[in-house]
């Protein structure tokens, strides 16, 4: 379902409505709670921090594979901060949106 809606809302955003499309929105949320529940269970509790390593290590292999892009952040952002590599940044920008989604759903830290 949520795949759907991220899929409708790219499209909103002016991009070509594909059945691939779709299919990686889904594979993306289905693979982040293959990642976070397990981690849920192995403590025993609920925490943010299982989402943020969660959404985090998602995006690294994504951006590191060219199979996603980094939002919020400009290429330019690279020229003035060499030493920092898109992977590393990819893991600190998808982890802190999984981590705060979480806390906003109520999840403690």
């Known amino acids: 379902l949520m795949g759907g809606v991220f899929s409708a809302?790219?499209?909103?955003?002016?991009a070509k409505p594909t059945p691939m499309r779709v299919a990686s929105y889904m594979a993306f949320i289905y693979t982040y709670n293959a990642i976070q529940c397990?981690?849920?269970?192995?403590?025993?509790?609920?925490?943010?921090?299982?989402?943020?390593?969660?959404?985090?290590?998602?995006?690294?292999m994504g951006v590191k594979n060219g199979n996603i892009g980094i939002p919020f952040v400009s290429h330019d952002f690279f020229y003035r901060f060499p030493f920092l590599r898109p992977q590393h940044v990819a893991f600190a920008v998808y982890g802190s949106m999984g981590g705060a989604l979480a806390m906003l759903g109520g999840k403690p830290i």
Do not use: K, W
């Open 9 to 14: 809302i790219d499209v909103a955003q002016g």
């Open 38 to 60: 397990p981690m849920e269970e192995i403590h025993g509790r609920s925490s943010a921090l299982h989402n943020l390593l969660a959404g985090g290590m998602l995006g690294y």
